[in-house]
């Protein structure tokens, strides 16, 4: 049996999948979540061999939640289902050491059998985006995204600086910096650009 365990933040989608799952004879979902700081204790907990989340959480992210995996040295392989059809997401999740990424529309059955896929030892990617992804390059830095992000959920460059322990003329450059890279006007359009592309 496969263990696994589904982190979802969207309550109807989160039991749709535990049901569907469920159907298959060698898939046993052991647990579920809605967030990704339960996740994370759930994932301890359980010690599942897959753990099946979408990107975007509250708490933790999907990624956030990969790249602690990894960090850890934990066994649990990294599925992720989710809207985000844009190759810098595919991109930063393999980064994180996630083994499969599959989009939301995709039949159930794509799923069932991309867990037993990774299980055994392999990856189970959307083709489509495999091709995208590494048709553009992401050209921030860590710092810049970070950076960027908070710009984009409104926060001044004082209130960045004091959330990232930094100074603020760093705040400053890292969004100069951001701006030059995506060869836009100002943050709002280097918030949207990143976006739009998957690279936050």
């Known amino acids: 049996m496969i263990r696994i365990l589904i982190a979802e933040d969207q309550a109807m989608l989160r039991g749709a999948l535990a049901a569907l799952l469920g159907l298959e004879s060698d898939l046993d979902v052991v647990g579920t979540a809605g967030d990704g700081e339960s996740a994370w204790r759930e994932l301890q907990r359980l010690d599942p061999d897959v753990l099946v989340t979408d990107i ?3 708490g933790l992210t999907g990624l956030e939640l990969a790249q602690r995996i990894r960090r ?5 392989k990294v599925v992720i289902v989710t809207t985000f059809a844009r190759g810098g997401f595919l991109r930063r999740a393999l980064d994180a050491g996630v083994v499969g990424y599959l989009l939301k529309d995709a039949p159930a059955e794509q799923l069932a059998d991309a867990l037993r896929q990774v299980q055994r030892g392999g990856r189970a990617i959307d083709p489509q985006l495999a091709l995208e992804a590494w048709s553009e390059a992401d050209p921030l830095s860590d710092r810049e995204r970070r950076v960027l992000r908070l710009a984009g959920e ?9 959330q990232l322990r930094l100074s603020h003329g760093t705040v400053r450059n890292y969004l100069s910096e951001a701006i030059g890279k995506l060869r ?6 280097a918030y949207r650009l990143a ?3 998957g690279w936050l």
Do not use: C, F, S, Y
Request: overall charge neutral; cysteine-free; aromatic content about 0%.
């Open 184 to 189: 836009v006007g100002n943050r709002i359009e």
């Open 56 to 58: 975007e959480m509250p």
């Open 154 to 162: 409104g926060l001044n460059a004082a209130d960045i600086a004091a």
């Open 72 to 76: 850890q040295q934990l066994r649990t």
């Open 195 to 197: 976006r739009e592309k």
